[in-house]
């Protein structure tokens, strides 16, 4: 492959966020590598992931930042949203709280990143039926009303978490060309 004398055309700064142990650490494993995490305690240990995508025959690379413990202080700084093109919102859809919070990751969001920047809603840990705590219809219906894409994703499973980055990518792709 000529993936190598050919790197990437486009480059797409990603971010996470989202309330603490909503499984946006295990989004981007599964996403970077096919793997899960069960460890409530493990830690990624670097701050972004990437990997590149093929849209239309263009080599895409998404470098994702992942917000290392820091969203439990909500001390997310300026800087870590600068530059985004697609924001992930992860909320869990067993706990109902983090799908409360959302309203103000999705400020920040606007506040900080560009002013174009394509925002996902991320409905995570949908493999967890017996305990959801929010409906698809609830959080599609929040999703239409803030102009938001939305999924919701398994980062155990990886049911569509790939479906996730990519429809993203593809959006940014046909905004940016
Ligand atoms: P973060 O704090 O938002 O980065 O969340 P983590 O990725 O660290 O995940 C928090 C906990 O939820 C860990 O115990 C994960 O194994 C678990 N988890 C993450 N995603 C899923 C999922 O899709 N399904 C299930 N069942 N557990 C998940
Ligand atoms: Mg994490």
Not at 25 to 44: E, M
Not at 116 to 132: H, M, P, Y
Request: proline fraction near 1%; hydrophobic fraction near 35%.
């Amino acid at each position: 492959s000529d993936r190598k004398a050919n790197p990437y055309s486009h480059l797409f700064k990603y971010i996470m966020v989202g309330d603490s142990a909503v499984g946006k650490s295990n989004l981007l494993l599964q996403f970077v590598d096919k793997r899960f995490s069960p460890n409530s305690d493990f830690t990624i240990g670097v701050e972004f992931g990437s990997r590149s995508i093929n849209i239309d025959n263009n080599q895409v690379k998404l470098q994702i930042w992942d917000t290392a413990g820091q969203e439990k202080f909500r001390s997310i700084t300026r800087a870590y949203y600068r530059g985004a093109v697609g924001a992930l919102i992860v909320y869990d859809i067993t706990r109902r709280e983090t799908f409360e919070g959302l309203a103000n990751w999705l400020t920040d969001c606007r506040k900080y990143s560009s002013t174009d920047v394509t925002i996902v809603l991320v409905g995570n840990k949908c493999d967890l039926e017996a305990s959801r705590q929010v409906s698809y219809a609830e959080a599609s219906s929040f999703a239409n009303e803030h102009g938001l894409l939305f999924f919701e994703t398994s980062a155990k499973t990886g049911s569509n978490v790939d479906e996730a980055f990519e429809q993203t990518a593809k959006i940014i792709f046909e905004r940016t060309k």
